[in-house]
């Protein structure tokens, strides 16, 4: 049975990932300034949170965060690969990219995935999982650890736009957020009640989009290159989103769609991407135009509701198929 608490982090997964999907659907820059400074930080803060420290070995543990996060990965990766490079044969008689790229960015080999840019993430949460893993193993030098990433993540922070094997320059970032999130529920800080009230959240809003539009210079954040801006200020933003995000979420509370959708966010995050191939040729098979990089707030609106009523309908139709088959299973 899922707890209380599990509900609001379905809920507050399901509302990040329809962030993540508007923010990528032709988004204006303000659209993205305010979404990209806290978005991804807010998954691997969350991930952190829902850690439980229990006694498995190293060998179990790797194989059951292979399972989750590297099988998705190569999964989604074939399915893009075939996709696009069969529509782009179809359309031109050649591959999306040339066979050795095909090859690097498929295995994540030169700090690329390719088309689906969004897969990045699994690979490097799995490596952030595992190292928190081994940190928390250890009895003793756990504060020199700390201090290692937040010498490296300054290091990658200044080489912007920085990509490197298997993503590892975002690797000590991300393990931090993680860090935070795990913290966070270790000492309970989402549970002070002064935070929730509503003038409190209203003027952490404010705070928030101070730093990332003005002190951050509206850095359009980008978080797998290191594209963040000041290093310091951009954490301090992001944490402040992540905690003004998460109490609201609290807040909503157990919610029956949000609460799917974040459920099912791996799969949304996996997938999106194609209703870009979908909208891009669509737009052209209507005006003969190509479709514009950057659209009015309504517009991408609209187009991330409808890619998630799409998501919704399938949803629950496996839902209803799943459960048929249990009764009959019975």
């Known amino acids: 049975m899922v707890t209380k608490r599990m509900d609001w982090i379905d809920t507050a ?12 659907f032709y988004a204006s820059d303000t659209l993205k300034i305010a979404i990209y400074g806290f978005h991804m930080p807010l998954f691997l803060f969350l991930s952190g949170y829902l850690y439980k420290q229990k006694d ?43 066979p050795t790229a095909l090859w690097k960015h498929f295995f994540y080999l030169d700090g690329d995935v ?8 699994l690979v490097v949460l799995f ?16 504060l020199i650890v700390i201090i290692l990433f937040c010498a490296l993540a300054i290091m990658f922070s200044e080489q912007e736009g920085m990509r490197i094997f298997l993503g590892f320059q975002i690797v000590p970032l991300s393990w931090l957020f993680y860090y ?32 990332v539009f ?39 509370g157990k919610s029956a769609l949000w609460g799917n959708f974040g459920r099912h966010s791996m799969i949304i995050m996996g997938t999106h991407y194609f209703f870009l191939i979908f909208y891009a ?16 707030v309504w517009t991408s609106l609209l187009l991330s509701v409808f890619a998630f009523c799409v998501y919704f309908i399938c949803f629950r139709w496996l839902e209803v198929r799943h459960r048929k088959n249990g009764s009959f299973l019975k």
């Open 180 to 211: 935070f999130g795990f913290k966070c529920k270790v000492w309970g800080l989402l549970a002070h009640k002064r935070w929730h009230n509503w003038y409190v959240l209203l003027g952490m809003s404010l705070i928030y989009l101070l730093i």
């Open 127 to 142: 490596f952030v999982e595992i190292l928190f893993y081994l940190f928390m193993q250890m009895r003793k030098g756990k």
């Open 214 to 252: 003005y002190l951050n210079n509206a850095q359009i954040v980008g978080f797998r290159s290191n594209n963040i801006g000041n290093l310091l200020i951009f954490m301090v933003g992001a944490l402040l989103g992540i905690y003004t995000f998460c109490i609201l979420c609290q807040k909503i």
């Open 281 to 296: 040729n669509t737009w052209r098979l209507i005006t003969h135009e190509t479709i514009q990089q950057v659209y009015p």
């Open 13 to 24: 997964k399901g509302i990040g990932i329809f962030l993540v999907v508007w923010g990528h």
């Open 56 to 98: 498995i070995r190293f060998l179990a543990f790797l194989r059951k965060k292979s399972k989750h996060l590297l099988v998705p990965f190569f999964l989604f990766q074939t399915v893009t690969f075939l996709v696009v490079n069969g529509l782009s044969f179809l359309a031109s008689h050649k591959l999306y990219e040339s």
């Open 114 to 121: 390719g088309f689906n840019t969004p897969l990045w993430f």
